[in-house]
């Protein structure tokens, strides 16, 4: 059976042998270190302070939908009436497609990190909410509002107001942390509300594929749904880290559950703190993994580093400093070992800062003082050349069409000589599909006459219409140039 990565909500909490100070309101929680070498006999004493810091966090959004389940026919009387009443709503006449709305509701966990009322969470756990309402451990509850999310680290940052200091947890460091220590994480798991489980960090700099920065510490804590946005503890009950993901086929705890880093917490809440947004630091280069192939090729003692693919134009770096080919193996004084340690190291790094970006290139290393640009930039202006760049699309007679430029004929195989509006798909139920038509067939005539653009196969459509014409007649070639005609209903 396949596994499968599940986003949902979950908590760790850590566990050892400690006697633990006591926790008062508007003070972070400490403990003593465990000194046995062996797992704790009991973490009663660590859970009791920290408990009152872990909340629940609920949500609920309003979604729209077709009301196109029938109601059963229920008998008049019938001591189910009123279930189906409630399970299908009343109807009153309306048509199966009429619009209607519902609200669903959702649970998470988080924890509280200032007295003043922040709460950190996943960003899963709240996103697209209508309301996010946070449940503390002694039954009260408060509305919060959203300070800002970072949806790479799937990270998110509420505050509430308490009207008086609430207990809080102080973060770790995550960096210190080895495989084998223990750990406890407390969250909300199926919604039963605040559960404390024990067990020992498995592994470090995970990369499950859940993000751009994946360095996830994994868990064997018991870890399920709803214990998403939860802490891991160390002993010392500290944060040094977030519970987001597991990897379970049922989505239960098998053991198996990941963990965002305190190191990387921290630099995006102090971020969301100040800006209510993230602004990372940006090199504007497109990377690959140096394989051992790609090594030998540019004469490196072994594979390491992030092979330079490309270079964004109007980033920082579109000035000749660093080129395609060149292999970045340090940044800022970081050694970059695998390519995806450059994207979260570039990431963490102040926008403005120049940094020194060592290169291997033609066999010799490069020193260069880049000054960096800001990510979220830098993504918002790629995503506009793209959009410049994407050829216009309509959909007619139940086929996207778009301009045949030079990526379309790669893309579909069609020959320099062929000319007219390129099918990118087909509708399976339509009249088209029923004539074999399928993408990368090109439209070249519309009723004798020629086409070159979308807009003009629009206004030949309209004008067929207007002339009181039921059907299209299509002049249609296929990649070599081969031409057939075929009509098309115009409905």
Same mark, same amino acid.
């Given at each position: ?57 609920? $949500? ?100 509430? =107001? ?18 084998? =220590? ?80 305190? =190191? ?89 800062k120049e940094v020194d970006v060592v290169v291997i290139r033609k066999g010799e290393e490069k020193t260069f003082q880049i000054e960096l640009g ?78 070159? $653009? ?11 219409? =207007? ?25």
């Amino acid at each position: 059976m396949a596994l499968d990565i599940i986003l949902k909500p979950i908590r760790i909490v850590t566990a050892a042998s400690m006697i633990v100070a006591a926790g008062v309101q508007g003070a972070a929680f400490t403990a003593t270190p465990a000194t046995a070498a062996q797992g704790p006999e009991s973490v009663a004493d660590l859970a009791e302070t920290l408990l009152d810091a872990v909340v629940n966090i609920s $949500t609920s959004q309003r979604v729209s939908g077709n009301n196109n389940v029938p109601r059963p026919r229920v008998p008049e009387g019938s001591p189910f009436e009123d279930f189906f009443d409630d399970f299908f709503g009343d109807r009153g006449g309306d048509s199966p497609n009429t619009p209607r709305s519902r609200r669903v509701n959702s649970l998470g966990s988080g924890f509280v990190i200032d007295a003043d009322g922040l709460i950190v969470t996943n960003n899963h756990v709240i996103a697209d909410a209508d309301d996010i309402e946070v449940n503390f451990a002694d039954g009260s509850k408060l509305p919060a509002e959203l300070v800002g999310t970072d949806p790479k680290t799937d990270i998110a940052l509420l505050r509430v =107001d308490a009207g008086k200091p609430l207990p809080f947890v102080p973060f770790g460091d995550s960096e210190t942390m080895r495989i084998g =220590d223990w750990v406890m994480a407390i969250g909300n798991p199926f919604g039963l509300g605040g559960t404390v489980t024990t067990g020992i960090i498995s592994a470090r700099e995970r990369d499950i594929n859940a993000g751009p920065y994946d360095n996830f510490i994994q868990t064997d804590a018991a870890i399920n749904r709803g214990n998403s946005g939860g802490p891991l503890f160390n002993q010392n009950g500290e944060v040094i880290g977030i519970n987001t993901a597991i990897i379970s086929p049922t989505g239960g705890s098998i053991g198996i559950g990941f963990a965002v880093p305190a =190191d990387i917490v921290q630099s995006v809440l102090a971020q969301l703190m100040e800006y209510g947004e993230t602004r990372r630091g940006w090199l504007g280069v497109r990377i690959q993994p140096v394989t051992d192939d790609i090594a030998e090729s540019l004469d490196m003692d072994r594979a390491a580093g992030a092979l330079v693919a490309g270079v964004v134009e109007g980033g920082p770096v579109d000035n000749g400093t660093i080129m395609p080919g060149d292999v970045i193996i340090r940044f800022d004084g970081k050694a970059i070992d695998e390519m995806r340690d450059l994207p979260r190291i570039v990431a963490e790094s102040p926008i403005g800062k120049e940094v020194d970006v060592v290169v291997i290139r033609k066999g010799e290393e490069k020193t260069f003082q880049i000054e960096l640009g800001r990510l979220e930039d830098g993504e918002k202006m790629i995503a506009e050349t793209e959009a410049a760049e994407e050829p216009e699309t309509v959909n007619i007679l139940g086929m996207d069409i778009a301009g045949l430029d030079d990526a379309l004929r790669e893309q579909y195989g069609i020959s320099e000589d062929v000319e007219g509006v390129v099918i990118t798909s087909v509708d399976e139920d339509s009249s088209a599909a029923e004539k074999r038509i399928v993408p990368g067939n090109v439209i070249v005539e519309i009723a004798q006459e020629a086409v070159r $653009t979308p807009q003009e196969v629009e206004d030949r459509i309209e004008e067929l219409q =207007d002339d009181g014409r039921r059907n299209a007649l299509l002049m249609i070639a296929n990649e070599t140039g081969e031409l057939r005609f075929v009509t098309v209903p115009m409905r």
